[in-house]
């Protein structure tokens, strides 16, 4: 009897599977990985659990009342996310969990980012929206360049220079995602192009706040510095309501304004790609492939905010249901939505993946990173934003 082919291996899988959450955050998609057996049909529920437990025991350790950690450090999606890092990496992560951990990221994750547009005011977006806009445009053209430049000086190849580029400048990995079918990157370079510009993103979500406190930075310029310059939108909000509410707020807003160019840059992208090597591409790219249904769902209860459209919850006197505020509701359901989110991508995040990304890629992206940071830094101090 022959023997049967064994499956093959997908390590890549394995140690990428975390960088999926970009996808559901901004793109819509999910990174083409090899075919490997089917999963099996895992509820999600004991995942959810596990995501909860971890928000849970975040909320509790850096409850103020309990003083367990400093004034800067008491932020939950700040410590959950190395929390689950450590837990993910040092403890395989059973089958049975997998499916909840993913879905926490998929689907959790995304509802607390709508639920923030409760707490925010479309004058907000007018007034932040505009000149954030511009910075970032700017930077856009700035970081392309210097990708360019870097392909000759680092022998990175054209397409993945393109796609740090593009994934530095306006969101990260999802850039990385929309933009590789335009360009027609292969797998390894977007994996590798993703696993940098993550795990950049996630160093400046750490050290832009505590270089703002250096700086002795208001709220709203530390906000607008990290809807910059931080590359995901999990990590964009987690740095900035970190330091501050109004912080917050203003990241948001600015990290929103710098994903609207995401649609029109790979538009024009896709566009150069197929005139230059007359490539025969006959999808069809229009705006809203672009632009994520998250976008919308904020966008849309910040106007409902705005218009004071969101009521309070007043039940008859005697009801076993209490009256509530739902902005309120929708605050606390937000912010525990994205920290169950931020624990499952850390419990998704692996160190073996850097192993696999090299060098140049790293250091393209790092000076990508440092060279964005700078520049929205000194638009900001000069323009008084």
């Known amino acids: 009897m022959p023997d049967t082919p064994k499956a093959p291996s997908a390590p890549a899988k394995d140690d990428y599977a975390w960088a999926n959450y ?22 999600v529920w004991p995942g959810v659990v596990l995501t909860s437990a971890l928000a849970l025991a975040a909320y509790l350790i850096t409850s103020p009342a309990l003083g367990l950690l400093p004034a800067g450090l008491n932020e939950p999606v700040m410590f959950v996310l190395p929390l689950g890092i450590l837990i993910g990496n040092f403890w395989k992560l059973p089958d049975r969990l997998k499916s909840g951990v993913r879905y926490t990221v998929k689907s959790v994750l995304t509802i607390g980012i709508v639920l923030l547009g409760a707490r925010l005011n479309f004058a907000d977006l007018l007034k932040v929206g505009a000149p954030a806009l511009l910075m970032s445009a700017a930077q856009v053209a700035l970081l392309l360049g210097m990708a360019l430049l870097l392909r000759r000086v680092m022998r990175l190849g054209g397409k993945q220079a393109t796609l740090l580029g593009v994934g530095t400048a306006i969101c990260g990995g999802s850039a990385v995602i929309a933009t590789a079918p335009v360009i027609e990157a292969d797998e390894r370079d977007v994996a590798f192009s993703v696993a940098t510009v993550s795990f950049l993103g996630l160093l400046s979500m750490f050290l832009l706040p505590a270089l703002a406190k250096l700086f002795t930075m208001d ?56 005139h230059r090597v007359h490539a025969r591409d006959h999808r069809k790219y229009g705006f809203f492939d672009f632009l994520p249904a998250m976008v919308l769902g904020f966008l849309a209860l910040a106007v ?37 989110g931020m624990a499952a991508v850390g419990l998704e995040t692996s160190f073996g993946s850097l192993r696999n990304v090299g060098l140049r890629p790293i250091a393209a992206g790092g000076l990508l990173a440092i060279a964005g940071a700078l520049f929205s830094l000194a638009a900001i101090r000069l323009f008084g934003v």
Request: a neutral charge; aromatic letters at 10%; charged letters at 10%.
């Open 219 to 274: 709220a709203r310029s530390f906000g607008v510095w990290a809807g910059l310059a931080i590359h995901q939108t999990p990590q964009v909000v987690a740095a900035g309501f970190a330091y501050h509410a109004e912080a917050g707020q203003a990241a948001t807003l600015v990290k929103l304004a710098r994903v609207c160019l995401l649609a029109p840059v790979v538009l024009i992208l896709g566009f150069l790609y197929r």
């Open 22 to 43: 970009l996808i559901y955050m901004e793109a819509g998609a999910e990174l083409p990985w090899p075919a490997i057996e089917p999963p099996k049909p895992y509820p």
């Open 304 to 340: 409902a905010h705005s218009l004071h459209l969101i009521p309070s919850l007043q039940f008859p006197q005697g009801s076993i249901l209490p009256s509530a505020d739902l902005l309120e509701v929708f605050r606390a359901g937000s912010g525990f939505a994205i920290t169950m």
